[in-house]
Every structure is written in C-alpha cells, then in structure tokens.
C-alpha cells in the first residue's frame, strides 16, 4: 500500500513538472510583430499579455533568482542580432529575502524588441522564449517557439 502511494505521488509530480514546460502557458499570450526600420534592419517585436494575477520575470535577474525570461534564436547566415531584446512595461522591482536578490517581474503587457540587420533580402527568424510566470501561489515555466519571416524593404512594395 505504501509502495502504490509512492509512486501516485511521482507519477503526479512528474505530471506537474512536465506539463509546466509544455509548448507556451496559458499564462501568457504571445503575438509577433516584424517592423522594418530600414532596406537592411528590421525590428523583431514580442508582446506579452499576461493573465490578471499572474507575473513575468525579467530577462535581467540575478543568479541568485527565478529563471528570467530568455530569447535564444537560430544561427544564420541571412541575419545578425543587433544587441539583446529591450523589455518595457510596468516593471515591478523589489528585495526578495527567499532569493536574497533583487527582483523584477512585469504584469499586464509587456514588449520586447530585437533588433536584427538582414544580410539577406528574405529571411526566416526561428527560436525560442523560455520564461517562468507565478501568482501567489505557484510558478509555471514554460517555453514558446517562433518563426518570423522578415522581408527587406528592397523587396516591400
């Protein structure tokens, strides 16, 4: 009886711990926006929208912190990354006595931009977005892929 205890309760806690890095949450929406700022740079914008009561964590926390949000894109010859992603929104910064680190979190919308320029004139962006949202009560990470195709103004009409 023991034993059948044991492992229902595994069995749940690897539910829990595989779901939650399931393809995106249903935490957060995401939408994609390309913005070509000139013939060879475009703007990659990810937006945001995050569920009322829960919260994003920053891309810039310490090692001592939750697992911040993380843009990883494909290498490619047909594009560079200019910089990193800029966030914006309402950001929430505060000590965190757990962490023993300084946190900042975002609710509501929030924008991250990455600038690219194009050695190509039609490209293909693809990557991923790995982040974590919590509420008062648990924290979900979770993990969202992308693709964006990215014409240069060369080619727009």
């Known amino acids: 009886m023991i034993a059948l ?3 229902l309760v595994i069995g749940i806690m690897t539910h829990h711990v595989q779901s939650g890095f399931a393809q995106g949450s ?4 995401w939408q ?11 703007v990659l914008k990810f937006t945001a929208q995050v569920e009322e009561g829960w919260h994003l964590y920053s891309q810039h926390m310490s090692e001592n912190g939750p697992m911040p ?3 990883s894109f494909v290498t490619s010859k047909d594009y560079v990354l200019l910089g990193q992603p800029v966030e914006s929104g309402k950001a929430v910064k505060f000590y965190d006595d757990v962490y ?3 946190i900042t979190w975002y609710s509501g919308k929030i924008s991250f931009n990455q ?10 962006v693809k990557g991923n977005i790995e982040y974590m949202t919590c509420n008062e009560y648990s924290c979900v990470p979770s993990r969202q892929d992308f ?11």
């Open 26 to 29: 249903k935490t957060v929406l």
């Open 115 to 124: 600038k690219i320029k194009l050695l190509k004139s039609v490209t293909t």
């Open 147 to 157: 693709s964006l195709q990215v014409p240069s103004k060369k080619n727009s009409i």
């Open 69 to 71: 949000t993380r843009f």
């Open 100 to 102: 023993a680190a300084e």
């Open 5 to 7: 205890r044991f492992f």
């Open 32 to 42: 994609y926006e390309v913005v070509l700022a000139t013939k060879d740079e475009a």
